[in-house]
């Protein structure tokens, strides 16, 4: 029996709404199962992968929107062409308003097209954002995002202290690895 599959994402925990949302909208779809995660489009996103692992034959992978599962046209047709290869089909809820499936030839039409400009629309925006800050800077307004590790040095001093792994105060700090040796190397 096939099965319609969810997959969440939201990049931050300040987010949580939108997943929220997303959660919702897949269980009125009709998803059996939802995978959610909280992870920047280009780390480790461990859901997915669970995700795409517990898929099988005759099932389809449920997304809310096309930039909740890849960054680039590229990255997106290689999940499809993944899912294709295991039989497995591909649903946007909302895509330019409509829904579109990857079983149908006028599905992946539109979704090559919509996904071509997605793509564009995000390079402007980086490159207007770009653009943005090296006006800052030059007007010397940009002070770029706040240290991370700085801010928990105590945490992290603490934590070391305490003979604890890097990936261990990464992990229960809620900070990257790097950010870690960063400041234990200072």
Request: charged letters at 30%; a positive charge.
């Amino acid at each position: 029996m096939s099965k319609l599959i969810g997959y969440a994402r939201t990049s931050t925990v300040e987010q949580e709404a939108g997943l929220d949302a997303q959660v919702r909208d897949l269980t009125a779809a009709g998803c059996d199962k939802i995978f959610a995660e909280r992870t920047s489009s280009v780390g480790k996103r461990k859901e997915l992968e669970k995700a795409l692992d517990y898929l099988r034959d005759g099932d389809t992978l449920v997304v809310c929107k096309v930039d909740r599962l890849a960054r680039s046209t590229m990255a997106l047709w290689q999940l499809v062409e993944r899912l294709d290869a295991e039989g497995v089909g591909f649903r946007i809820l909302n895509l330019g308003g409509e829904t579109v499936d990857t079983k149908s030839a006028t599905g992946r039409l539109i979704l090559t097209i919509f996904a071509g400009f997605a793509q564009f629309e995000r390079e402007i925006m980086l490159e207007r954002q770009r653009e943005g800050i090296a006006k800052a800077r030059a007007e010397g307004r940009y002070k770029g995002r706040k240290p991370t590790a700085r801010a928990r040095a105590a945490e992290i001093a603490k934590l070391h202290g305490e003979g604890k792994t890097v990936t261990e105060i990464a992990r229960e700090i809620g900070i990257s690895r790097g950010s870690v040796y960063n400041y234990i190397g200072r």
